[in-house]
């Protein structure tokens, strides 16, 4: 849930600051990092976990979709031409 929520406000983020490419991808992936280390301050820890790999795998792809649409949909309704 926090992955989904951070994955949120970075898409937000890129889009209100009009990041393409690489640009917004960067931060897209900096916003992933960031989220890991969040639930590790949250008390999510790998140890609770079965395998630590999961742990950084873990809601990467409901990130990474909430990431990617929020980005191109306020890219696109800030930043299109009428």
């Known amino acids: ?4 929520i951070l994955g949120v ?11 393409i490419g ?6 897209g992936a ?3 990092v960031i989220s890991y ?7 999510i ?3 609770n976990m079965k395998k630590k790999r ?3 795998s873990e ?11 929020f980005w191109t949909l306020v890219y696109t309704l800030t930043k299109a031409s009428p």
């Open 37 to 43: 280390y969040m639930a590790r301050l949250l008390g």
């Open 45 to 47: 820890s790998p140890l």
């Open 1 to 4: 849930m926090i992955r989904v």
């Open 9 to 19: 406000i970075f898409g937000v983020l890129c889009g209100i600051m009009g990041l």
């Open 30 to 32: 900096t916003g992933y």
């Open 54 to 56: 999961k742990a950084y």
């Open 22 to 27: 690489l640009e917004g991808l960067l931060v």
């Open 59 to 69: 809601g990467a792809m409901e990130y990474f979709a909430s990431w990617f649409l």
